[in-house]
């Protein structure tokens, strides 16, 4: 079975109401990611191993508190990084958030992570892996008790900023408030991400003749507006 026949789209709402789309990883990316991050800890330990192998008892002591803090802090640490996510599962594109997409909080990390303990049991992660077949959003029982999700990072889509655009003439003559509007809506283009430029476009695509659509294609024609508002008409 493909990876993309395991993932799946899971519909969320931020705080604010605003609905969003999150895409679930599946079972074989999160286990390649585990494995990378696996590799990774183990290295370390390698090279500690070595440094400290000519310290006895105290090398000993030192390695005891290095795998103590790789096996639980580790995850949580890059976690709670900007990135969302440790350093195999940013190589796979994915990132933990919580339920509603928001970043994953202290308190969900620590949880998620302690619970790996029952996530193991009885072997080899048996009952993380059946929970995760078992669930369409992929979750684990660490991610079940701590409201969160692993899901693919979005790819940022190329925003249309004004030089970009053409001049258009509206399709109607706009009052003054209309035109500011519109003008002050090109002026905040290249501030926003492009989903949000798209989202207040579409509010605006009257002016160019596209009521009641959105996407890159009326944002361009809503910024040529904008331009030929300003005085450009060529």
Known sequence: MSQDALDT?????????????????GVSSRVFAYLLDFLIRMGVLYVAALIT??????????????????????????????????????????????????????????????????????????FGLLSMLLRRDFKRLGDVAANT????????????????????????????????????????ASRLTASRLDELAGLAAWVSGDDGRSGPAVTRRVLGVAQWLLGKRA
Do not use: C
């Open 149 to 188: 999700l692993v899901v693919y990072q979005p790819k940022a889509a190329p925003k249309v900023t004004m030089e970009d655009v053409a001049p258009l003439a509206p399709v109607r003559p706009l009052p003054q408030a209309e035109q500011v509007a519109v003008i002050a809506l090109a002026a905040r």
């Open 9 to 25: 789209v899971v519909h969320a709402e931020t705080p604010e109401g605003i609905a969003i789309e999150l895409k679930a990883a």
């Open 53 to 126: 192998a000519v310290m006895g008892g105290l090398g000993t002591a030192l390695m005891l508190i290095l795998w103590f803090a790789l096996e639980w802090f580790y995850p949580v640490a890059f976690e709670l990084s900007r990135w969302g996510a440790t350093p195999g599962k940013r190589t796979l594109g994915i990132k933990v958030v919580m339920d509603n997409g928001l970043p994953i909080t202290p308190a969900a990390s620590i949880t998620r992570n302690l619970l790996r303990t029952a996530d193991l049991l009885p072997a080899l992660y048996g």
